[in-house]
């Protein structure tokens, strides 16, 4: 089952959107399989941008990453890799769609609320960084069949 790691990145936390960012992901049927609460360290925000590096948004957004705490989570479900980058939008909330989470809750460029694995790939190296193998916990929906029946 594929899985991804979104970040509530410091401003979500901090304009106290963190419930309303989570409830969108569980009303769609994503499962949560695991959750910290953290400020992320300017160390951990360059490895998470390591792909970004040496290009001029770097160091800014390494400091913002780090600025304050983040809710990080891990979702679970077949495709949760495209549907969670459709459900955050475009990168920057003055270009993202409304009905986004970044297109309904922003209009900053520097700003932008959520992270979210864009790859399999990405996935797979973004996860360990904030969680041991042990952490990720394994349960099942008791409404999956109404959730990804008939397929
Ligand atoms: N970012 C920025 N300026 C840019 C491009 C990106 O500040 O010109 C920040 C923004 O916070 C974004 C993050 O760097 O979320 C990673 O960029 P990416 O292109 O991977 O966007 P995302 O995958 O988050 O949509
Ligand atoms: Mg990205």
Known sequence: MERTLIILKPDAV????????????EKKG???IAAKFMTISKELAEKHYDVHKGKPFFESVVGYLSSGPSMVIVL??????????????????YT?????????????????LVHGSDSPESAAYEIPLYFKPEELVEW????????YGRD
């Open 14 to 25: 901090a304009r106290r959107l963190t419930g309303e960012i989570l409830t969108r992901f």
């Open 76 to 93: 679970e479900s077949a495709n949760v890799i495209s549907m969670t980058r459709k459900m955050m939008g475009a990168t920057f909330g």
């Open 30 to 32: 994503l499962k949560l």
């Open 140 to 147: 099942e929906f008791s409404d999956s069949g109404w959730l």
């Open 96 to 112: 993202a769609e409304p009905g986004t989470i970044r297109g309904d809750f922003g209009c900053s460029r520097g700003y932008n």
